[in-house]
């Protein structure tokens, strides 16, 4: 039973700057990755950020150079802070969780809106 707690979604507008937050709880202890997706109505759900427990990052290229991913896996934590926001990053985010034995997990979204 793992849980993943989102937090740092709102309301923002162009040009400014939010930071997700999103913790694991429950019977996970070893993690493979963790990552932030997201989804646009009427578009796919598509990865953001990823990072590795070893600390390698890969992100979508509609956001090198504005979002960054961090991770405290002690905390089993992972964080996504988005600056330079635009209205094309509206949409519900996800926070994934890849554990070592193989389960993935999702949390519930958290809306990210981005408008004057």
């Known amino acids: 039973q793992v849980q993943l707690m989102e937090s740092g979604g709102g309301l923002v507008q162009p040009g400014g700057s939010l930071r997700l937050s999103c913790a694991a709880s429950?019977?996970?202890?070893?993690?493979?990755?963790m990552a932030w997706y997201r989804q646009a109505p009427g578009n796919e759900r598509e990865l953001v950020a990823g990072?590795?427990?070893?600390?390698?990052?890969n992100y979508a290229d509609s956001v090198k150079g504005r979002f960054t991913i961090s991770r405290d896996n002690d905390k089993k934590s992972v964080y996504l802070q988005m600056n330079s926001l635009k209205s094309e990053d509206t949409a519900v985010y996800y926070c994934?969780?890849?554990?070592?034995?193989?389960?993935?997990?999702w949390g519930q979204g958290t809306q990210v809106t981005v408008s004057s």
């Open positions: 994934y969780l890849w554990s070592a034995s193989g389960n993935r997990y």
């Open positions: 429950g019977s996970v202890f070893s993690i493979s990755a």
């Open positions: 990072i590795s427990r070893f600390g390698d990052t």
